[in-house]
């Protein structure tokens, strides 16, 4: 038999049960401060795709969603806060209630470049959602979410959406990369 996903975990920070508590609590949140506002949900590709698709199950008033795909300049150079739009999205956002679904936060500068760009378009507000955001010690980043689900550690976290390499993103739950897959 092959490898299993599990056997790259070190530990597990949060269980299937804390994701759907976390997320939980966040749909409601959301359904109580967009109730008539018809929020456009924008999932940030690739790691978003599982939270957004957990959270808009979690809220409860009319909504939508769309997607955009970013990714860094070059390699390496992650979290340079200069992101390339691969995709871009299909609907119009001038004068709608956005709010930008993020599966994790670390420096924050992919998440402020967007809501510059995403600005400049004129919607009726805009906001962020953030499932996770790392703590990194002396470390702020460089924007505040509306909506937190929860703090990670500064480690190598992969599952429900996080990758490395690609892999690990159909975890169902989060956990910490054994050092040895990435070393
Ligand atoms: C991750 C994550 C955020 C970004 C956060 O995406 O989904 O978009 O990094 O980092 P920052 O706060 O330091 O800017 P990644 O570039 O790994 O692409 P992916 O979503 O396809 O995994």
Redesign the pocket.
């Known amino acids: 038999m092959g490898l299993l996903l599990h056997e790259g975990i070190e530990s597990v920070i949060l269980s299937e049960e804390d994701i759907r508590n976390i997320v939980c609590r966040m749909g409601a949140q959301i359904s109580d401060d967009y109730a008539d506002k018809n929020p456009l949900f924008v999932a940030?590709?690739?790691?978003?795709f599982v939270f957004t698709a957990d959270l808009l199950r979690a809220v409860t008033v009319p909504c939508s969603v769309d997607f955009m795909?970013?990714?860094?300049y070059g390699d390496g150079v992650?979290?340079s806060?200069v992101?390339r739009i691969v995709k871009d999205l299909d609907t119009k956002i001038e004068g709608r209630h956005v709010i930008i679904a993020?599966?994790?936060?670390?420096?924050?500068?992919?998440?402020?470049?967007l809501i510059d760009l995403l600005s400049a378009r004129r919607p009726a507000s805009i906001a962020v959602a953030a499932f996770a955001v790392?703590d990194i010690p002396g470390k702020k980043?460089?924007i505040k979410p509306d909506y937190v689900g929860t703090h990670v550690p500064n480690e190598f976290i992969v599952g429900y959406?996080?990758?490395y390499a690609?892999e690990y993103?159909n975890l169902p739950f989060v956990g910490i990369l054994k050092p040895e897959v990435y070393s």
């Open positions: 940030v590709l690739r790691g978003a795909a970013v990714s860094s992650k979290s806060g992101v993020e599966d994790i936060l670390d420096s924050g500068l992919t998440l402020s470049y790392k980043p460089a959406g996080l990758d690609e993103r």
